[in-house]
Nanobody
Framework: QVQLVESGGGLVQAGGSLRLSCAVSGRTFSSYSMGWFRQAPGKERVFVAAISSSDSRIYYIDYANSVKGRFTISRDNANNTVYLQMNSVKPEDTAVYYC???????????????????WGQGTQVTVSS
């Protein structure tokens, strides 16, 4: 019954920026940890970034090594939205990006796709050389 809808994908030149958005239905958004995954053609879906729920005193945030220093995940609980700010994009960032929601507690570290409860339909990001 929870629906995740991504937006903001598109074509961008290498070195440019994009901001992906994920709107989440329901009244329990603040209790979910949220994440972003991506899947390139012919590849497995891999972790990109995650952020803990609003129940924590602080947000726990983790990134894949491939995007550290370039991507930023954030959330707006008032609007049930999670964002992925993508800066200094590279051609290898080209993929379908999926928003994900997890109900089980998250305090940083490994954020497995196997623990995801809800997935968005994905949004295409293409980075040209």
């Amino acid at each position: 019954q929870v629906q995740l809808v991504e937006s903001g994908g598109g074509l961008v030149q290498a070195g440019g920026s994009l901001r992906l958005s994920c709107a989440v239905s329901g009244r329990t958004f603040s209790s979910y940890s949220m994440g972003w995954f991506r899947q390139a053609p012919g590849k497995e879906r891999v972790f990109v970034a995650a952020i803990s729920s609003s129940d924590s005193r602080i947000y726990y945030i983790d990134y894949a090594n491939s995007v550290k220093g370039r991507f930023t995940i954030s959330r707006d609980n008032a609007n049930n939205t999670v964002y992925l700010q993508m800066n200094s994009v590279k051609p290898e960032d080209t993929a379908v990006y999926y928003c994900a929601a997890r109900r089980t507690p998250y305090s940083g570290g490994y954020y497995s796709a196997d623990l995801i409860d809800y997935w968005g339909q994905g949004t295409q990001v293409t980075v040209s050389s």
